[in-house]
């Protein structure tokens, strides 16, 4: 068991919230407006340590998660957090912070819906607004083979305790009344997996969040720290190289999206993993009018509207392996035509901008999660486009992880290990679109 130098067990040692973790309250706010005050940082610069009881590589949802957990559930608060750019500047702040946990595979069904859970009281829990909305998820069904495969993911679920179910066009109608449900279109609706508990959130927000909370618990958050290296002596992890000196530390992990493998190589360790751009857009706002996320797996297309009034878009990974985070012609083209298909009240509406971002690719479609040959050296990477979803539960199954140096579990069947012994977790079929 890991154990910390810099503080107890525990919830802040005694159970109980930081204090700075309770600044955002109606009365301090009152306060502050009588005298005057200004509001502290909600998290703070640091100089650099020689040494860390853990250093975690990626300031996304995962690698703030886990700080947060390491330090509220496990009392181990020398935890530093590289990120080479500004936190959430990554994956974390490019999807399109859809949450579900309708899987396929009952160990992802129950992974995810441990991740929903959390979500459900992360507000509660940080004290900060994450704007959770539990809106609805629709998956359509345009063929018999798709309809075939909701009812296997819906029983999966319903063994697993999850809210699923296959519904008719008439019920789908009465959902979203825009969608063409009719039977004259190209590709007819013929049915499609609700899953009520699916919705939407704020990304920025959870990631400040567990920024602030990691931060009241006294971990160290150092953006603009790129890491050069990492040092392995004797099968061991001895320390990290950054950009702003060298950190000793007997715990690294590799908590990056897009960069999972030139992280892992750095410590010797081969990652069964490809990077392909996954593509994203959002029209002007609107009064609301789509109360639930809509996705074809069949016409490659996902959306939902934000708080805001603005229409979300997504569409499969692009279909070569690339670093770009640009957009191109070709997605907006191919988004517009689709989305237009499924709703064609919306051909009047304008996109205002797109983007992309990495996704690492397993050969499963599953994370890689647990610990390396190397000792000391974890990893938490190859999320696909599921990253955002899994933030919570990882980083709370990482941080026990570390804690105990072994993984718990619900994290069990996603190991390293599976790859070499042909235990896949096959979740291709619970992908939103195609990959």
């Known amino acids: 068991m890991v154990t910390s130098t810099n503080g107890a067990h525990g919830q802040n040692g005694n159970g109980h919230r930081p204090s700075r973790l309770r600044d955002y309250s109606a009365w301090t706010l009152f306060r502050r407006g009588l005298d005057g005050s200004d509001w502290p940082r909600a998290w703070h610069d640091h100089d650099l340590r020689s040494s860390y009881d853990a250093v975690i590589i990626g300031g996304g949802v995962h690698g703030l998660a886990t700080a947060y957990y390491l330090a509220k559930n496990h009392g181990i608060r020398n935890v530093a957090v590289l990120e080479k750019s500004y936190i959430g500047g990554g994956g974390s702040g490019r999807n399109t912070a859809i949450l579900r946990s309708n899987y396929l595979t009952p160990e992802g069904v129950r992974f995810y819906d441990r991740s929903v859970k959390l979500y459900e009281h992360l507000a509660a829990d940080l004290n900060f607004n994450v704007m959770f909305s539990q809106r609805g998820h629709l998956t359509l069904a ?9 009812h296997w993911r819906t029983e999966v679920n319903k063994l697993q305790g999850v809210d699923s179910e296959v519904i008719g ?25 609700y899953h009520p508990p699916g919705g939407i959130i704020r990304h920025d927000a959870v990631v ?4 602030r909370g990691a931060d009241a618990h006294g971990v160290h958050i150092h953006q603009k720290t790129e ?7 004797h099968g061991r992890v001895t320390g990290v190289q950054t950009t702003r000196g060298r950190i000793a530390t007997p715990i690294v992990l590799n908590a990056t999206a897009g960069w999972s493998t030139l992280i892992s190589n750095m410590a010797g360790v081969k990652m069964p993993v490809q990077t392909f751009p996954l593509q ?20 490659h297309v996902y959306v939902s509207q934000s708080d805001r009034g603005e229409l979300v878009f997504g ?3 692009d279909p070569f392996a690339s670093y770009s985070i640009r957009g191109s012609l070709e997605f907006t083209e191919g988004i517009a035509g689709h989305v237009l298909e499924l709703m064609p009240p919306l051909s009047k509406m304008r996109l205002l901008r797109q983007w992309a971002g990495l996704c690492d690719m397993t050969p499963d479609y599953s994370p890689i999660m647990g610990p390396t040959d190397v000792e000391g050296f974890y990893v938490d990477v190859g999320w696909g486009t599921y990253g955002f979803k899994a933030g919570p539960v990882a980083g709370e199954a990482m941080a026990a ?3 105990d140096r072994r993984p718990p579990e619900i994290i069990s069947a996603f190991g390293l290990d599976r790859f070499l012994a042909g235990r896949l977790v096959g979740e291709k079929g619970a992908a939103a679109v195609g990959h």
């Open 142 to 150: 345009h063929n018999d083979s798709s309809l075939r495969t909701m």
């Open 169 to 193: 066009p008439d019920k789908i109608k009465e959902l979203v009344p825009y969608l063409d449900t009719s039977e004259r279109t190209r590709y007819p609706i013929l049915g499609a997996l």
């Open 208 to 211: 400040w969040g567990y920024a």
């Open 227 to 233: 890491v050069t290296g990492i040092d392995v002596e």
């Open 280 to 299: 994203a857009a959002v029209t002007e706002p609107v009064k609301p009018f789509l109360d639930t996320v809509v996705v074809s797996g069949t016409l």
């Open 315 to 317: 569409a499969s990974v």
């Open 401 to 403: 992880c570390i804690a």
